[in-house]
């Protein structure tokens, strides 16, 4: 297990530490140095945050309520375009916010605003020139022939990105990572299903587990990061 307990006065070293934990999971990073994971967590995270928030979707919104079974928030495919909510699993995220005392970090209705926001990115990083930028960024070297060289997939690098474009977009006070690490432990998620937001090709992935039990996750300070007053979602036109 990644280091268990980020110290709550560091906020963004303890989202990063989760970042690291999804890449880290990853049954293809089960032997990667942490050095590294730690170095895309941080590439992806600051790709997603800079992702325009104007750019549109244009994949239609479906709204279903069977998403506590599955585990989902949110999914999105690309046959065709289409990005499904599932309500009674941000009604119960809604609830856990207040629960655990993190309503100054997830206003009411930012779950919803967050997964499709998250939903949102995907659909940009479906786009071959968007999933080429992201590459880039990562610099992951698959093969390298003299100067020439081809760049790598890194798995479950998109999601770090989306979790960020929702952290942002939305202006939120901590990751969407966090609340679904605290939604996955509320649940009582068996190890074999995926996190709440998930892009549905990867739905094997492995859950973000909490880095520490619930009565010592992090509490909103005074001091800490406040979200704006009324999460913005993304335009869809």
Same mark, same amino acid.
């Given at each position: ?75 999105? #495919?690309?046959?065709?375009? #289409? ?155």
């Amino acid at each position: 297990m990644l280091a268990a307990a980020v110290s709550a006065a560091d906020p963004a070293a303890y989202d990063l530490s989760l970042a690291v934990r999804l890449l880290a999971t990853t049954p293809t990073h089960d032997k990667r140095d942490p050095a590294e994971l730690r170095q895309w967590a941080l590439a992806a995270d600051a790709f997603g945050a800079a992702l325009d928030p104007g750019l549109p979707c244009r994949a239609r919104i479906v709204e279903r309520r069977d998403g506590l079974q599955q585990l989902l928030l949110a999914r999105y #495919t690309s046959r065709p375009a #289409t990005v499904e909510l599932y309500t009674d699993t941000i009604d119960r995220a809604e609830s856990l916010i207040d629960e655990l005392g993190w309503r100054s970090w997830y206003p009411v209705g930012s779950v919803r605003a967050a997964a499709l926001a998250h939903e949102t990115a995907h659909a940009l990083l479906h786009r071959k020139a968007m999933r080429t930028a992201l590459k880039e960024a990562l610099g992951h070297i698959a093969l390298r022939l003299g100067r020439f060289r081809v760049l790598g997939h890194v798995a479950g690098a998109e999601e770090v990105a989306a979790h960020a474009y929702a952290r942002t977009v939305c202006g939120l006070g901590r990751s969407p990572l966090l609340l679904t690490a605290a939604l996955a432990a509320a649940v009582d998620t068996p190890e074999d299903r995926g996190d709440p937001w998930v892009l549905s090709s990867c739905s094997s992935w492995r859950p973000v587990s909490p880095p520490c039990s619930p009565a010592n996750y992090p509490r909103p300070s005074r001091s800490s990061c406040s979200p704006s007053s009324s999460p913005s979602s993304p335009a869809h036109p």
